[in-house]
């Protein structure tokens, strides 16, 4: 099994900046795509950023220029820089870690950007 583990969410002003991480622990032997989705109450759970093992990186067309997503493979943790929030970033953000062909989901963390 493998336990994923978010911080960093809160409540920033617009124009604010965030960093969440996720740290991934447990049985761990290949991790492949690590990333970010994020979803408001009554819509569906829409990709924020996603990395893949060797780096590439790809970005919801909302955040793209403005929020940037890496790892540290070493801690099994994935990070995401959030800069220029808007109030409409408002959502729980999910980190998602996959683990050779299975993938896991963290609980939730709340960022809120208040106008």
């Known amino acids: 099994q493998v336990q994923l583990v978010e911080s960093g969410g809160g409540l920033v002003q617009a124009g604010g900046s965030l960093r969440l991480s996720c740290a991934a622990s447990?049985?761990?032997?290949?991790?492949?795509?690590m990333g970010w989705s994020r979803q408001v109450p009554g819509k569906q759970r829409e990709l924020v950023a996603i990395?893949?093992?060797?780096?590439?990186?790809n970005y919801g067309d909302s955040v793209k220029g403005r929020f940037t997503i890496s790892r540290d493979n070493a801690k099994s943790t994935v990070y995401l820089q959030m800069n220029s929030l808007r109030p409409e970033d408002t959502a729980v953000y999910y980190c998602?870690?996959?683990?050779?062909?299975?993938?896991?989901w963290g609980q939730g963390t709340q960022v809120t950007v208040s106008s």
């Open positions: 990395i893949t093992s060797d780096g590439s990186t």
């Open positions: 998602r870690v996959v683990v050779g062909v299975s993938a896991y």
């Open positions: 447990g049985t761990i032997f290949s991790i492949n795509a």
